[in-house]
């Protein structure tokens, strides 16, 4: 056991100077490396041969453009005409099957073919050469002798056809932009569905020129114009990727009453909403007003949403209000409708009819998956793969997002070991067809145009890969490895996951001098799951500028600190260059709670993490007496571990929703005293 982890330390160090052709991601299905090499330099060139469409050249524009940023090259404008004289050769067969509006199970898969002289893409379809310039992109490189390509024979196709990212921008609106460098972030790790929760409880965000009141009442005027909306769809679409609305009903639905109503099941009058969680206002299901309205909103919305599929939600109705409405009571009871699920159920087949009277197909959430369900709605499953699993067995389409749950802010190697389809899945090969794939979901109560970013990159580009690689990529530490080389790249596209970290510290510290802030928020995560709320309570009013929306989700510094101090315990003599490393950091924390002090005493926004710096400086201080104990080879005193495991226990309690992530690793020094 021991001797394979220093081995395979001892094999990630060693492959790390080759590895440089596969800091991929997501890793294609097959990729062979040899030792060509082509140069990139200002002479670089493209040429697009075979099919070319507006859609082809602006993908292969904005390659050159992003190629131009990184190498600081001008290149000669204009594609090549001699291929001789070309760099990289795109050839794409033909426009594919969704031209004009992306589809699912488009084909996007691609090849790439270099050697010394000429770097080869080929493609059946342009969304596939749109995937294969992004491999391009990822596989530059640079060493003494300039910029390059590696020789390497690729062939790609996804696992699953249907890989989202979810952005809730009902709990917290987002600019256009902000849509836009997300879409450039996904198309950059391949994802293909952008799923819009347009409407929640707290917000409705689109607007309806049939019923205005709906944005005009329902959104504090945060809302996208219809143009807007036009844009986006446009926008994904020169990228690949499908947007599908979502129209969460009929609970989550308070934003739709303010406007109107007499669409709710009790009499109102309804505000937004303004605190995070469930709530009762929910559609009336049994008022035939309610149905024409939906009739004409969904089909206005059917027009201005081009893909195939629209979610209506369905998710977390209670109906505690159909439960008291006298008239709901006696519907049911006239129709011999008996419970709440049946009743929506009777709701969702109302709503499939003028889903498909637009031509449009239905999903939504596990709890629309009823016995009458027909078996031509999807499922998106947020409650697991055996739900996913069974509702595949009875013959539905659907997708994953249990384990996608981004906005819970657990590491990308928990979301990376999710797996729609799973190798322990007993589906037969003609059920597995039914899962489709999967979506990350970015909700968002805690996030803002600021921090949107940061919850979900890098982590998604995991997920990304989860869906895309073949099922056997699962190496976590390559996989993290990857994971920093992508993050850096987003940068290049406008994401703001890095960058606006300095500039929130910077806002609480109110100088320039953010160091040792920075140095606790390396080891501190915000709380997991929906403890934020319970810890640190806020409302979708609230300021998200707090340390707590400074400090990024799958601490790095933490991974690093818990790889060191585990290779140095498994053998000290071959790990000694991690001792000084370990003895550098920890000095590190012990000097940045000191500094914080006075920081923290002008800055009253800091005040809520006084205890966490504190805490540092203890962390900081019990890790470097192990040290010393472990360099002298002197056992500590069972009384030095007890006192500074109650320090651990304590330095464990969560402040200002934040908390320590590097406690396991310190305990592990501590104890490591005792032998
Ligand atoms: C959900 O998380 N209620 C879809």
């Known amino acids: 056991m021991k001797t394979n982890f220093v081995l395979s330390i001892l094999l990630v160090m060693i492959s790390a ?9 997501p890793l294609p299905a097959s990729i062979t490396v040899n030792k060509d090499r082509l140069a990139i330099d200002e002479s670089f060139k493209v040429a697009i041969r075979g099919h070319s469409d507006a859609r082809l050249q602006a993908a292969v524009a904005r390659f050159v453009k992003r190629l131009e940023g990184r190498t600081v090259y001008s290149f000669a404008p204009g594609l090549a005409v001699d291929d001789q004289l070309t760099t990289l050769i795109v050839h794409c067969e033909g426009p594919g099957l969704g031209k004009d509006v992306p589809v699912l199970n488009e084909n996007e898969s691609y090849r790439i073919d270099i050697t010394d002289r000429q770097a080869l893409l080929s493609a059946p379809t342009v969304v596939g050469a749109i995937r294969g310039l992004e491999t391009v992109l990822q596989l530059l490189n640079s060493d003494r002798r300039g910029f390059f390509l590696p020789g390497v024979k690729i062939q790609d196709q996804p ?6 990212l979810l952005i809730d921008v009902a709990r917290h609106f987002e600019p256009v932009e902000v849509l836009k460098r997300n879409l450039d972030a996904m198309a950059a790790v391949k994802l293909n569905v952008l799923h819009w929760h347009l409407t929640e409880d707290q917000g409705f965000r689109v607007e309806s020129k049939k019923f205005p009141k709906l944005h005009q009442l329902g959104s504090d005027g945060n809302y996208y114009t219809q143009e807007q909306i036009k844009d986006v769809i446009a926008y994904a679409r020169d990228r690949g990727i499908r947007v599908m609305p979502e129209f969460d009903i009929p609970g989550h639905a308070t934003s739709w009453l303010v406007g109107h109503p007499e669409l709710g099941s009790a009499p109102g009058p309804y505000t937004i909403e303004r605190r995070p969680g469930i709530f009762e206002p929910a559609l009336d299901p049994t008022r035939e007003e309610v149905y024409k309205f939906l009739d004409v909103f969904l089909s206005e919305m059917a027009a201005l949403f081009p893909d195939a599929y629209m979610h209506i939600g369905g998710d977390e109705n209670e109906g505690k209000q159909w439960d008291r409405n006298p008239a709901i009571q006696a519907y049911m009871k006239g129709k011999g409708i008996k419970d709440n699920h049946a009743l929506q159920a009777y709701f969702n087949t109302r709503l499939l009819k003028i889903l498909q009277k637009n031509g449009k197909k239905m999903i939504g959430w596990d709890e629309i998956l009823q016995p009458e369900l027909p078996k031509d709605v999807a499922i998106h499953s947020w409650r697991g793969t055996a739900a996913l699993a069974e509702a595949a067995r009875k013959g539905y389409d659907g997708i994953l997002s249990n384990g996608y749950y981004i906005d819970l802010i657990f590491p990308a190697s928990q979301h990376y070991a999710a797996d729609p389809l799973p190798a322990d899945s007993t589906l037969t090969p003609e059920q597995a067809k039914h899962v489709l794939g999967g979506e990350a979901t970015m909700w968002a109560e805690w996030v803002t145009h600021e921090t949107i970013d940061s919850r979900i990159w890098p982590r998604t580009a995991a997920i990304a890969e989860r869906l895309w690689s073949p099922r056997h990529v699962t190496d976590v530490n390559d996989m993290y490895r990857r994971l920093a080389v992508i993050s850096l790249q987003l940068e290049e596209l406008g994401l703001a ?22 140095t606790l928020v390396s080891v501190i995560e915000p709380v997991k799951e929906y403890r934020r709320y319970q810890q640190r309570p806020q409302t979708m009013l609230s300021p998200l500028t707090g340390v707590v929306d400074a400090t990024l989700p799958d601490s790095e510094a933490a991974r690093r600190f818990a790889f060191m101090v585990d290779a140095f315990l498994a053998d000290a003599p071959r790990f000694q260059l991690y001792r000084s490393e370990l003895g550098q950091m920890l000095a590190d924390w012990q000097t940045a709670g000191a500094a914080l002090e006075p920081l923290i005493d002008r800055s009253p926004a800091l005040k809520e993490v006084k205890p966490l710096a504190n805490n540092l400086s203890v962390l900081g201080e019990t890790g470097m007496e192990a040290l010393t104990y472990l360099k002298l080879g002197v056992p500590s005193t069972p009384e030095w571990r007890k006192a500074s495991e109650l320090k651990m226990d304590e330095a464990s309690k969560p402040y200002g929703a934040l908390e320590f992530v590097v406690i396991p690793s310190v305990r592990k020094l501590i104890l490591a005293t005792g032998k």
């Open 17 to 25: 100077p080759l590895s440089w052709a596969q800091d991929l991601m």
């Open 159 to 164: 696992r699953f056809p249907w890989r989202g």
């Open 497 to 518: 996951h890095k960058k606006n970290q300095d500039m929130m510290l910077r806002r609480l510290v109110r100088t320039d001098d953010i160091g040792p802030l920075r």
